[in-house]
């Protein structure tokens, strides 16, 4: 499928809401073409197309559109995010999983610009920081796994999304038992957070979360963790599954 083919078929797709292009070799031309024809849509999945290689153009602002998932598009950098910031203000959730040309000028322009934004995946985005995020954030789904952070961008999170009820630091490798401490306090809201393969981690923080931030209701634990009874009894007391 191609860009003209979707140009073509979204004019008879009026009362769509929801569309997955996902492998195809699209451009975001396609996505802009979908929003100007189809006035309820509200949900596009376009993983592995070509969002990166279309030429920019100004598009309408298009307020219907609030779930967006651009997995997998490795040629996506911060002037396209920029773009869909601007065009899709009030995006609720965006998946920019794999995409490893994102930075923290990409994501916190995002953030700013989508002020209703709550569930955001960066999985795998490598070389994303969240140290210039000076403004409060309304996330409650944060996805980070595989990624480069490390305690100070956990304090910032921690202090900027205080919302926060999902927090994935699976295979983080920079994070330690400090920075997680940070989010478990400060995130007052907190009920899932994974911890799997984070080697530097202390895996007797466990018991720690569960005591500070009785809001917990799952925790995938780092390495190692010792699940002896005493344990157990404190996670049925406090209803929180271990992983």
């Known amino acids: 499928m191609k860009d003209s083919h979707v140009a073509l078929f979204s004019s008879f797709l009026g009362d769509l809401v929801s569309i997955n292009l996902s492998e195809c070799m699209l451009t975001e031309s396609s996505l802009f073409e979908l929003n100007r024809k189809c006035p309820s849509l509200n949900e596009i999945i376009m993983a592995c197309t070509r ?3 279309g030429i920019e153009r100004n598009c309408d602002v298009s307020p219907q559109l609030k779930y967006l998932r651009l997995a ?41 610009r989508c002020s209703k934004i709550r569930h955001l995946n960066l999985s795998r985005c490598s070389i994303v920081k969240l140290l210039g995020m000076n403004f409060e954030a309304q996330l409650e789904v944060l996805n980070l796994s595989y990624t480069r ?24 490798e920079n994070i330690t038992i400090e920075g997680v401490i940070h989010v478990v306090k400060n995130c007052t809201q907190l009920r899932e957070i994974n911890l799997h393969h ?14 500070l931030r009785p809001s917990l209701r799952k925790i995938a634990a780092p390495p190692n963790f010792p699940l002896s009874d005493e344990n157990r009894k404190l996670f049925l007391r406090h209803g929180c599954h271990l992983e």
Request: hydrophobic residues 40%; charged residues 20%; contains cysteine.
């Open 51 to 53: 969002t990166a290689h």
């Open 72 to 112: 997998n598009n490795d040629k996506l950098q911060n002037k396209k995010i920029v773009m869909f910031a601007s065009n899709f203000p009030n995006l609720e959730l965006l998946d920019l999983s794999n995409c490893f040309d994102i930075s923290e000028e990409g994501i916190c322009h995002v953030l700013r």
């Open 149 to 172: 952070v490390g305690d100070e961008d956990l304090y910032v999170i921690s202090k900027r999304c205080p919302r926060l009820l999902q927090l994935s630091l699976q295979n983080c």
């Open 198 to 211: 984070c080697h530097e981690v202390n895996a007797n923080v466990v018991v720690s979360m569960v005591r």
